[in-house]
């Protein structure tokens, strides 16, 4: 059985080096903000070879659960003093290299990254290696446009980090930009993630931040709202009238205690999802779509919810719509097996327990919903076998380096 190659549409490489690290109660009111903290202590140590590896080995996985490209939400940009590379694109070009030691494909998302909070607010000691100026990410995306355009399977699009983190000038100075240097690029941001972030744009702007972000920019097909979790029936509309997506990361969402997006909502009106693994807790097709679900089915007392009209099946609706939508807001022509586009292709293992002797229209609602993980045999990805039988043939080399960071980072 061949299916498509899922895309994963939010990622940050890095926080998988510390996945683990972060299970338990740090305070009496343990939430994403203390995550966070302990996130900043951690990514202190971490060298540009060190990103390298981190990445190589996370997309490895990823391409052993079915991720055949991925968008790199990317803002760990500086030295850990905050101080620029000799190569302001380092920690940028080290990714990427990651990426080409697996075999996924990228879109490159460099995020600008200038306040710690609405009002602009001066960011701390420990953001600084995120932290850029407006003319400074323009010169870097400038940059990395010349040396990405050459490779193969490889994008690049831009991520203002949130709305409490950029001012709204700097939003419209970057998006007008890379509009004009790569038409079509997409544009990524984080929005509506807790409700904290709602309650202070609110305080700030006057409006909630999705309502704000449609009221003052025309979205279109390329923007991809990332959580967007704490939204009302109004955003719902005005997202899908302005035909962007909305990237839902459902471990991530979950591990975080951040709260449960209107799926079937959205879904209902026409409104086109993706899924990422953000901080990479679990990087696993299968998790994704089933707590995507599940959360659905635990609010509406229902099952069978993300099904529809076309597709009864509801792994089947969920997987297709992901991939579909993952690669167009992506800006790569994959997701779907059509004349044309990219050959990135899953081989499932038909003799696995779970699969043996379904009928076809049953083998990947089991795959996602009756397998810890989806049993892959192989993985294609531009008409190359990266994963056989498996196996990647640079595994050992790829395991052993991430295995020598993680030793180092955790003394």
């Known amino acids: ?23 338990y109660r740090a305070n009496a009111s343990d939430s994403f903000w203390s995550w966070r903290d302990i996130m900043y202590r951690f990514v202190a140590k971490m060298s540009p070879a060190d990103a ?27 030295q850990a003093d905050g101080k620029q590379y000799n190569d302001p694109a380092e920690m940028s070009l080290q990714v990427l290299q990651g990426a080409r030691e697996s075999g996924i494909c990228m879109t490159l998302l460099p995020v600008l990254y200038r306040y710690a909070g609405f009002g602009l607010q001066e960011p701390s000691k420990a953001q600084g290696r995120f932290i850029h100026s407006t003319d400074k990410f323009c010169t870097l995306i ?3 446009n010349k040396q990405i355009k050459p490779l193969s399977n490889t994008a690049l699009g831009i991520a203002p980090h949130s709305l409490r983190a950029v001012s709204d000038s700097q939003l419209k100075q970057v998006t007008n930009f890379v509009r004009q240097l790569i038409p079509n690029a997409p544009i990524h941001i984080h929005i509506s993630e807790q409700k904290k972030e709602v309650a202070d744009c609110l305080d700030f702007y006057g409006k909630r931040p999705v309502e704000w972000l449609l009221d003052n920019f025309d979205l279109d ?8 979790t704490h939204i009302n029936d109004e955003e719902i509309t005005g997202i899908v009238k302005q035909k962007a997506s909305v990237g839902i990361c459902p471990t991530t969402e979950a591990n975080l205690g951040d709260g449960i997006f209107p799926t079937q909502a959205f879904m209902q009106q026409a409104g086109r ?4 693994s953000d901080s990479h807790i679990a990087v696993n097709v299968a998790d994704e779509i089933r707590t995507l679900e599940y959360a659905q089915r635990l609010t509406t007392y229902q099952r069978a919810v993300l099904s529809s009209s076309e597709c009864s099946h509801v792994g089947q609706n969920i997987y297709y719509q992901a991939a579909k939508n993952g690669a167009e807001i992506l800006g790569q022509k994959t997701g779907q097996i059509v004349e044309g586009y990219r050959a990135d292709l899953i081989v499932l293992d038909d003799n696995h327990p779970t699969l043996y002797a379904k009928e076809d229209q049953f083998k990947l609602d089991a795959a996602i919903f009756a397998c810890d993980q989806m049993p892959i045999k192989s993985v294609m990805v531009g008409g190359e076998w990266k994963i056989l039988e498996g196996e990647h043939e640079s595994e050992e080399e790829i395991t052993n380096n991430y295995l020598s960071v993680i030793k180092k980072l955790s003394t």
């Open 1 to 23: 059985t061949v299916i498509p190659g899922m895309v994963n549409c939010h990622s940050h490489s890095f926080q998988r080096a510390f996945a683990g690290f972060s299970e």
């Open 221 to 228: 097909e390329a923007w991809c709202l990332i959580h967007a």
């Open 142 to 144: 400038e940059n990395l």
């Open 273 to 276: 999802i993706a899924i990422g």
């Open 52 to 78: 390298r590896h981190v990445a190589s080995y996370l997309y490895l996985e990823m391409l052993k659960a079915g991720y055949t490209s991925v968008a790199e939400f990317h803002y760990l940009h500086h």
